[in-house]
């Protein structure tokens, strides 16, 4: 598919880094309209992490905010999606599971929905039908 999407990946890595992989996975389906380009950094990285995340963040389309039950208390995943509205990048908030209590992080505004995770829901968020 031509003209994919450069996506960060914005995850929780204590709790959630499996559903990262899945969502990795499916960037190589044959009809995958986004690239897996970047993803989390862990906040106790040396020197400036959060300039480190803006550096990633520069050269992607959009942001894919994973939320699981407890990312809400993921200090890292709220800063990237400051980082993100910062930087003016589109972002959407995608449940992780769908068995329900999923968190959004601390620095999603009340407006911000959770979307249900499914193949054509991902592929339309992509496509910015938010």
């Known amino acids: 598919m031509a003209n994919k999407k ?13 559903i990262k992989m899945f969502l990795a996975g499916q960037a190589k389906n044959p009809d995958s309209p986004f690239e897996f380009k970047d993803n989390s950094v862990r906040d106790h990285l040396t020197g400036d ?27 890292g995943v709220s800063a990237e ?17 769908s068995g329900g209590g999923c968190k959004k992080p601390t620095s999603a505004s009340s407006t911000d929905k959770l ?13 910015g039908n938010r």
């Open 6 to 18: 450069r996506a960060f990946i914005s995850f929780d890595y204590d709790n959630d880094e499996k």
């Open 49 to 75: 992490w959060q300039q480190k995340v803006r550096r990633r963040m520069a050269n992607i389309d959009v942001v894919v905010v994973l939320c699981g039950k407890h990312t809400h208390t993921a200090k």
């Open 81 to 97: 999606l400051t980082i993100a509205k910062e930087l003016k990048k589109p972002y959407f908030l995608l449940a992780g599971y």
């Open 115 to 127: 979307y249900k995770w499914t193949w054509e829901n991902l592929k339309l968020l992509l496509a």
